[in-house]
């Protein structure tokens, strides 16, 4: 043999391991995607508590802050146990929720492996198309349910400075959407999808998750008035089930930022005591809350109408290059 015809190539190298990212499964409604072969019902609770109390957590550690520089200026709000209901007291409280966002998608990477923006909808992205249409729709009825809702609350006029309103004005427009947004994203998205996986079967699933999430939402407003919690729990309920059929959040958004934003606006412009307005103890609302609640189940109701011939929306083919936290 002809030594010259001899050629050496040197050892392919070793390639790195690819990484092995879970994805999102195909053809499964939004509160199954993280349903496998176990239940996993010990690491549910335990995202479910993390949630919670990430949001108290968040709460306490905003609204001190918020407090704290609100002494220094001379003002006492509910936090220290004063009464002076404050800008920064409302910014505090609105923000701290806003923070369930991320902490929601966190949750989810962390303990199921899932990436957080598939929290969004089915295709693991904010459909603002449907945000679009929905808000055309559902906005000029919420603002009329407002406006008849707040004759119904609890009112008192408060002392007011100029200033103090139009900041109270302008953080609600920032950030009462993104703390409804903050509440959505952990209730009817993270626990809504947490105890929708620990059912067999699909149906099974669909009422887990709708009962337990919505019994979640319910306990952490932390009310003792029955008709409040009433109108907590048929809220969440409702828009359980819109998540459900639509197969993302958007929709569940929209209603919770109109009610919780144009509440807000309405009691600013009345100059009301917000205190008293926001209070939770028994017997501080009525039956009048019936009326939203029979809102939201009739928005519910359509929604459910509307897809009857399509069933709820299900997630498409696994993305090949999932995005990262």
């Known amino acids: 043999m002809n030594s010259d015809h001899l050629t050496f190539s040197p050892p392919p190298r070793a390639q790195p391991a690819a990484r092995s990212t879970p994805q999102i499964p195909p053809g499964v409604e939004y509160h199954r995607v993280l349903a496998g072969d176990k239940r996993r019902i010990g690491r549910g609770i335990l995202a479910i508590v993390l949630l919670v109390a990430g949001l108290f957590a968040s709460n306490l550690v905003v609204a001190v802050a918020a407090a704290f520089v609100d002494a220094q200026m001379g003002r006492t709000n509910p936090t220290f146990g004063g009464t002076d209901y404050t800008p920064l007291y409302h910014s505090a409280n609105l923000l701290s929720i806003a923070l369930l966002i991320p902490w929601s998608m966190l949750l989810q990477r962390w303990l199921y492996g899932v990436r957080g923006p598939s929290l969004h909808s089915v295709t693991s992205r904010f459909r603002f198309d449907v945000f679009g249409r929905a808000l055309l729709i559902i906005g000029p009825v919420w603002l009329v349910l407002s406006l008849v809702g707040v004759i119904f609350l609890p009112l008192t006029q408060a002392a007011w400075s100029n200033a103090a309103l139009l900041a109270i004005f302008a953080t609600t427009l920032l950030l009462a959407p993104l703390q409804s947004a903050g509440e959505e994203y952990g209730f009817r998205g993270l626990v809504f999808r947490v105890a929708g996986s620990w059912g067999r079967g699909p149906r099974t699933a ?6 337990v999430s919505s019994l979640v939402f319910m306990v952490a407003h932390l009310s003792s008035d029955p008709w409040l919690n009433v109108w907590c729990f048929t809220l969440s309920v409702s828009l359980a089930v819109i998540t ?82």
């Open 206 to 211: 669909l009422v887990v998750g709708v009962l």
């Open 244 to 325: 459900w059929r639509t197969g993302g959040i958007e929709i569940a958004v929209i209603i919770h930022a109109l009610n919780n934003t144009l509440t807000f606006l309405l009691l600013t412009v009345l100059h009301a005591d917000q205190n008293a307005a926001m209070e939770r103890s028994a017997g501080s609302h009525s039956a009048a809350l019936l009326i939203p609640c029979a809102a939201v189940v009739a928005i519910a109701a359509l929604v459910w109408l509307r897809t009857r011939k399509t069933g709820p929306a299900l997630t498409t083919h696994p993305d090949p290059h999932p995005a990262r936290l």
